[in-house]
T-cell receptor, first 113, second 111 residues
């Protein structure tokens, strides 16, 4: 079984709809991250969390919100989706203060029409 | 803000040729990591460099971290078709707590 899972894997939604992307991990890691990937732009950090009561904005948090429901679960919400949020979204986990190696989930391809 | 620039954006090589991608940071990094993303896949961690001037090798891959800890390179010797994908560097800002990714270099290998 995969250590980091994301649901759904693909989603098409309409402008203005609320949508939630979910991430679960069995690695026991404290740190969880949400990134979006766009061609030519690499991976950009949306939000990150170092434990259940810790939420931090990344470089592109506008239009997104997150919830860390448990150590193993970190969900990303688009309150009112817009077409320029069409992208590939990755969840990642990491453990340890000195080692920031990140383990990525399989990704969610989101299309907003 | 912190930026990590990566070049080239794209490289197409003949199988057996060498390949190099470079990363440059605007500020000093605590460490730098390299990831590989196969087409249709997710980024997978390759290696982490921490020390100034560090060089590490993994089979045909050689990773370097600059003396000033602001630049890094990944060199692949004698590319194979299995090397195709996008290679990302990611720098940890000194005293920071998150990685900043480069835009990635897409490698295509012609057989």
């Amino acid at each position: 079984d995969a250590d980091v899972t994301q649901t759904p894997r693909n989603r098409i939604t309409k402008t203005g709809k609320r949508i939630m992307l979910e991430c679960s991990q069995t690695k026991g890691h404290d740190r969880m991250y949400w990134y979006r990937q766009d061609p030519g732009l690499g991976l950009r950090l949306i939000y990150y969390s170092f434990d259940v009561k810790d939420i931090n904005k990344g470089e592109i948090s506008d239009g997104y919100s997150v919830s860390r429901q448990a150590q193993a679960k970190f969900s990303l919400s688009l309150e009112s989706a817009i077409p320029n949020q069409t992208a590939l979204y990755f969840c990642a986990t990491a453990q340890g203060a000195l080692s920031y190696e990140q383990y990525f989930g399989p990704g969610t391809r989101l299309t907003v029409t | 803000g912190q930026q990590v620039m990566q070049i080239p954006q794209y490289q197409h090589v003949q199988e057996g040729e060498d390949f190099t991608t470079y990363c440059n940071s605007s500020t000093t990094l605590s460490n730098i990591q390299w990831y590989k993303q196969r087409p249709g896949g997710h980024p997978v961690f390759l290696i982490q460099l921490v020390k100034s001037g560090e060089v590490k090798k993994q089979k045909r891959l050689t990773f370097q971290f600059g003396e000033a800890k602001k630049n890094s390179s990944l060199h692949i010797t004698a590319t194979q078709t299995t090397d195709v994908g996008t290679y990302f560097c990611a720098g940890l800002v000194e005293y920071g707590n998150k990685l900043v990714f480069g835009a990635g270099t897409i490698l295509r290998v012609k057989s």
